[in-house]
């Protein structure tokens, strides 16, 4: 099993809709959760930290179940300018434990 | 602003040659990660350094080294390029956040 795994996607979706992803992953001492954004042909830019209370900003919304572990990220009225892919980055402490997922993919269609 | 620098953006380059890809970081961090991206593969870390003249490998180091002799600079070089080195190179320094240069996108003919 793949320490942090993701759809690939794509997701697309139209103008407006809510989108969410989710991102799982296998070592239960993992610490820290973000969500990246990368555009076509750039590099991976920090969008939100997921905490385990939830994380709101505008029309994103991260979640993390400790649980179940996975973190999830919601996308409510789309807008053309989210189109990207999303990655998932997992945190499990020590230099060499940073885990990025493959990402997934999101169009949003006009 | 955190600023990452890679020296080039694209480059190609022929099997054999010996290839250098600088990156340069203005935050006064130890940690200095590079990573290739493929499609399917995502970010993969080659190596990585956490203070001058340190240096670890990562997932896959084989068919490269590094050189961080200045606390800004974390070089990664290939010391005889090959076809399936051929990928988007992405310098990161950081702890928690990470910070990305810009990649470079290496095609080797």
């Known amino acids: 099993r793949k320490e942090v795994e993701q759809d690939p996607g794509p997701f697309n979706v139209p103008e407006g809709a809510t989108v969410a992803f989710n991102c799982t992953y296998s070592?239960?001492?993992?610490?820290?959760f973000f969500w990246y954004r990368q555009d076509c042909r750039k590099e991976p830019k920090l969008l939100m930290s997921?905490?385990?209370s939830g994380n709101e900003d505008g029309r994103f919304t991260a979640q993390l179940n400790r649980a179940s572990q996975y973190i999830s990220l919601l996308i409510r009225d789309s807008k053309l300018s989210d189109s990207a892919t999303y990655l998932c980055?997992?945190?499990?402490?020590?230099?060499?434990?940073?885990?990025f997922g493959t990402g997934t993919k999101l169009q949003v269609i006009p | 602003d955190v600023k990452v620098t890679q020296s080039s953006r694209y480059l190609v380059k022929r099997t054999g040659e010996k290839v250098f890809l600088e990156c340069v970081q203005d935050?006064?961090?130890?940690?200095m990660f590079w990573y290739r991206q493929d499609p399917g593969l995502g970010l993969r870390l080659i190596y990585f350094?956490?203070?001058?003249?340190?240096?670890e490998k990562g997932d896959i180091p084989e068919g490269y080294s590094v050189s961080r002799e200045k606390k800004e600079r974390f070089s990664l070089i290939l010391e005889s390029a090959s076809t399936n080195q051929t990928s988007m190179y992405l310098c990161?320094?950081?702890?928690?956040?990470?910070?990305f240069g810009p990649g470079t996108r290496l095609t080797v003919l």
């Open positions: 350094s956490y203070d001058v003249k340190m240096k």
């Open positions: 997921v905490y385990s």
């Open positions: 935050m006064d961090h130890e940690n």
């Open positions: 980055v997992v945190y499990s402490g020590g230099y060499q434990k940073v885990t």
């Open positions: 070592n239960s001492a993992s610490q820290s």
């Open positions: 990161e320094q950081g702890y928690n956040e990470q910070f």
